[in-house]
């Protein structure tokens, strides 16, 4: 019996995990806000063929390179199929994100405002914005980006503190330790998955 020859080492396939084992969120108030912007945004793209949104997996930007990972909270991207995707391969895709949203904690304030937005600007990421639930790491609590030729620049905002999104047509509004999505020209609050669900159950009623 012959044997089986080896495949050379540069022709082995990589692997890209799907995990690294850590938990999604650092609190359960974190869980909720990117559930809700990811939950939100999902329905308010549901009628679009080609507008995917995810979040808290791997992004991966360089190909055979699995350590060029980050792994976004929230992230929309147009222009490509829906599909659950267990993670996102760039170069697979062709197009990155055209929002990315991260719920900011103590342990992840630095990477957000330094590795990670270098990441997403570098890789072409639209806009890039930050909510810190609980106001204790970022000054304002709510902060945006918008790529721009010479890289991101700070966006600006509302009065009342909420953020207009260039890239989806929505504000995002503080509200309490939340994040409300809104509808700028008819006011329409985007339902969170609570309110979405009593809705729903008060329909069937």
């Not at 082995?12 to 939100?40: C, F, N, W």
């Not at 170069?91 to 990315?100: A, D, M, N, Q, T």
């Not at 630095?110 to 890789?123: A, M, N, P, T, W």
């Not at 620049?153 to 509302?158: R, T, Y």
């Amino acid at each position: 019996m012959s044997a089986i020859p080896a495949i050379p080492l540069e022709q082995q396939p990589i692997e890209y995990p799907t995990s690294d084992g850590k938990p999604m969120a650092e609190t359960t108030l974190h869980r909720m806000v990117m559930s809700d912007l990811i939950e939100g945004l999902a329905a308010y793209y549901a009628a679009e063929p080609d507008v995917w949104v995810g979040g808290n997996l791997f992004l991966y930007y360089r190909e055979q390179d699995p350590r060029s990972v980050v792994a976004p909270d929230v992230l929309l991207v147009k222009g490509v199929e829906k599909w659950n995707r267990p993670i996102y391969k760039l170069w697979e895709e062709g197009r990155p994100p055209s929002l990315i949203v991260e719920v900011t904690s103590k342990s992840t304030r630095d990477e957000d405002l330094d590795e990670k937005k270098g990441i997403y600007q570098h890789i072409g990421v639209e806009e890039y914005i930050l909510f810190d639930p609980y106001g204790d790491y970022l000054k304002p609590r709510l902060q945006g980006y918008r790529l721009t030729e010479r890289g991101y620049s700070a966006l600006s905002l509302e009065l009342d503190g909420s953020l207009l999104s260039r890239t989806t047509s929505l504000l995002l509004r503080p509200e309490a330790e939340r994040l409300r999505l809104v509808e700028p020209a008819t006011g329409r609050l985007l339902p969170w998955i609570q309110e979405a669900m009593l809705e729903r159950t008060r329909k069937q009623g």
